[in-house]
Each structure stands twice: as structure tokens, then as C-alpha cells.
């Protein structure tokens, strides 16, 4: 399995970024794919997770209304639309994939199978 994200890069505090996760190497019909995102000197933390058949989705506190998380089943690809950055949404960005997680959205690292490589959003204030 393969999650390639990109679409990171330097915004301005009010602006937006979209990033991509291209996934690959088996079907993720039953998956739950999500967004975790980790600042320098801090823990990974959970950002937003759609289910890849029906589409439910399900976000962090900190970015509800602002970040979207959609996926296209043609491309293999999830997005995370992000809107009015803030300066504390700089991080880096991980896609990650649960196996089988049908309706239930995990939250946790340690509860996602597969994790793609990161990507850097910067934003400026």
C-alpha cells in the first residue's frame, strides 16, 4: 500500500491550501482514510477521517467549519480543503488508512494501517 500527499506549501494566515492523498495497492472500499498533522516539538494529532464507501465524515474541534475532507473512489484520492489557515494550522500533513473501519472513525495514530510521507503547510501571520 501507498499514500502519496501533496499540495502542501506556504499560505498566508486567511487563506487556503488543498491537499491530496493518493492511495494505492489494494481496495479501500471498506477503509476510513484520514488527515493527522503533527507542529514541531508536538504529538500527531487527528485532523478529519471519511469513510471511503458512504463518504461520512468526521473532523477535529480545531478545524470544524474550516477544513473539509472529501475523497474521489474513481482516482483513489482523498483531499483535505483547507480554509482560513490559521498560523496554528502549520504542520506537517499525514494521509493515513484504516483497514475495515467501516462506520467507526478513529481518532488515534496508533488505529491507522497505513501512513503516506507527509507534507509541510506553512502559514504565515
Known amino acids: 500500500v501507498q499514500l502519496q500527499a501533496s499540495g502542501g506549501g506556504l499560505e498566508q494566515a486567511g487563506g487556503s491550501l488543498r491537499l491530496s492523498c493518493v492511495a494505492s495497492?489494494?481496495?479501500?472500499?471498506?477503509?476510513?482514510m484520514g488527515w493527522f498533522r503533527q507542529a514541531p516539538g508536538e504529538e500527531r494529532e487527528f485532523v478529519a477521517a471519511v469513510s471511503w464507501r458512504g463518504g461520512s465524515t468526521t473532523y477535529a474541534d480545531s478545524v470544524k467549519g474550516r477544513f473539509t475532507i472529501s475523497r474521489d473512489t474513481a482516482k483513489n484520492t482523498m483531499y483535505l480543503q483547507m480554509n482560513s489557515l490559521k498560523p496554528e494550522d502549520m504542520a506537517v500533513y499525514y494521509c493515513?488508512?484504516?483497514?475495515?473501519?467501516?462506520?467507526?472513525?478513529?481518532?488515534?495514530?496508533?488505529?491507522?494501517?497505513?501512513w503516506g510521507q507527509g507534507t509541510l503547510v506553512t502559514v504565515s501571520s
Open positions: 495497492g489494494r481496495t479501500f472500499s471498506n477503509d476510513v
Open positions: 493515513a488508512d484504516k483497514r475495515f473501519g467501516g462506520l467507526y472513525f478513529p481518532t488515534r495514530e496508533y488505529e491507522y494501517d497505513y
